[in-house]
């Protein structure tokens, strides 16, 4: 299988250049190419090239929850959204805790083809925060799992937490921690703030955040284990990530489109689509997110892809389930909020989207350099497109996006998957 990529400018710097991949792998680099005979060949033209999309963070739903999204319709939103890897997440029906759950989703993952979905196991049978699932049986399974997280919960036991970094060290894989200590937010339903006062909703104090960080800092430290921190929302956060990284602490931090871009200030509405879970919060976090993602305090932008069936949104706040989609709308928010005002480039967000996230989970043939001889998972955007976001046409079974009717800068126009085109223009492969 032979693609030929032709004015294409890797990572928007320098002349443009042509592209040659085959069998997955980018053979050559240059100006004035010729395209060999039967190959696909995209006019790349006014467009950058970036290395595929990475996502740490996403919740595919199946098994057991496809009536908010499945594997298909979630790789559908992936590839569209320029990644070509995700992490999927463990809170699933059965729960992913086993090596038999691990393996289906990784097995369906290859099945639709259009993104690798690495499954994410969880850190404790049942992510019910007691007992720990049996990392190693998952780590040494045929799905391979290099990350274990609670996600939706927090491994709120610090002993839990101490033998879960213990065994990630051996094993060397990642912990992914979703940061809320849960005897601070019980029955919480918005950021502790102006806003959750004046509407009366249960608050969710920043330090419930800030203070597992803290600890698992600590712990990871004796350990010697890699620890990831999920959705980072408070600004003080950030500074406790940033002495731990100073002291040499092996954790890393993602941030999700939506805390670089939303605030508290929409909850006036009571719209549940605003609903998410760590909460919005105010301008000044949104502001500290991304100062912190331009350092590289926090390492990723992550989606939490949290799709749900209208039946779990389309109803009052209190009773809504927590969660956004993203895959489809992150690239255009990270451009909206870093690119445009100057604190990444397309260096940056390959950085951000791609190479740091693969690091992070240890994926050898992602976020590589595009270079010949390496592999070919490309996405090819248009800096200069606009969209607007409308729910009912995203790839996804669910339409819960904050970004209805939003005019988005930056469209995705082809996602490459060793070598393979898994969307162009809006639609999908058929593969
Ligand atoms: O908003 C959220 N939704 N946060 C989480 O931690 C879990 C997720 C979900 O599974 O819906
Ligand atoms: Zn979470």
């Known amino acids: 299988m032979t693609l030929f990529l032709t004015n294409a400018r890797p990572y ?4 443009a250049v042509d592209l040659l991949v085959e069998d997955g792998v980018i053979t050559a680099i240059g100006t004035g190419l010729t395209a060999p005979d039967g190959a696909e060949t995209i006019d790349a033209a006014g467009l950058v090239l970036l290395p595929g999309f990475v996502d740490l963070h996403t919740h595919l739903r199946e098994p057991g929850g496809e009536e908010s999204e499945t594997i298909a319709t979630g790789s559908a939103a992936a590839a569209l959204g320029g990644y070509t890897a995700v992490f999927a997440m463990p809170n699933t029906s059965p729960v992913a805790d086993t090596d038999v759950v691990v393996e289906h989703v990784r097995r369906r993952g290859e099945e639709v083809g259009l993104v690798d979905v690495h499954p994410v196991g969880a850190v404790t049978v049942g992510l019910e925060g007691a007992k720990m699932a049996e990392l190693g049986t998952m780590a040494k ?4 799992v290099r990350m274990f997280s609670d996600d939706g919960k927090c491994v709120n036991d610090p002993l839990i937490m101490r033998r879960a970094l213990e065994y990630a060290s051996a094993l060397d894989v990642v912990i992914a921690q ?43 430290r004796e350990a010697g284990a890699a620890l990831h921190v999920c959705h980072v929302s408070s600004a003080r956060t950030i500074d406790v990530l940033r ?43 949104t502001q500290a997110m991304r100062q912190a993602l331009a350092e590289g305090v926090i390492d990723v932008v992550a989606t939490d892809h949290a799709p749900h069936a209208s039946q779990y949104k389309d109803t009052e706040w209190g009773a809504a389930k927590p969660g956004m989609l993203g895959l489809q709308t992150a690239f255009s928010v990270v451009v909206h909020t870093m690119v445009e005002p100057g604190l990444l480039d397309w260096r940056g967000v390959a950085r951000v ?8 989970a240890g994926l050898p043939d992602q976020g ?13 955007v248009d800096p200069e497109g606009v ?42 492969a058929h593969v």
């Open 12 to 15: 928007g710097e320098g002349d």
């Open 141 to 144: 399974s045929r799905a391979q």
């Open 178 to 220: 979703h940061a809320e200590d849960h005897r601070l937010t019980g029955g919480a339903q918005a950021h502790e703030g102006v806003v959750a006062s004046r509407l009366g909703l249960a608050g969710w104090p920043a330090t419930a955040e800030e203070t597992i960080v803290a600890r698992d800092c600590a712990l990871a």
């Open 243 to 285: 002495a731990a990284k100073a002291a040499g602490v092996r954790v890393s931090a993602e941030v999700t489109p939506h805390h670089l871009l939303l605030t508290d200030a929409r909850l006036t509405s009571y719209d549940p689509v605003n609903k998410v879970n760590p909460p919005l919060r105010t301008g000044p976090d």
């Open 353 to 360: 989207l791609s190479e740091r996230p693969a690091e992070i």
């Open 368 to 380: 590589r350099p595009i270079a010949e001889g390496e592999p070919a998972n490309l996405v090819l």
């Open 387 to 428: 969209w607007t976001v409308r729910g009912e046409k995203l790839a996804s079974r669910s339409s819960n996006t904050p970004y209805e009717g939003m005019r988005l800068p930056a469209t995705v126009v082809a996602t490459v998957l060793r070598g393979r085109v898994t969307a162009k223009d809006g639609e999908v």
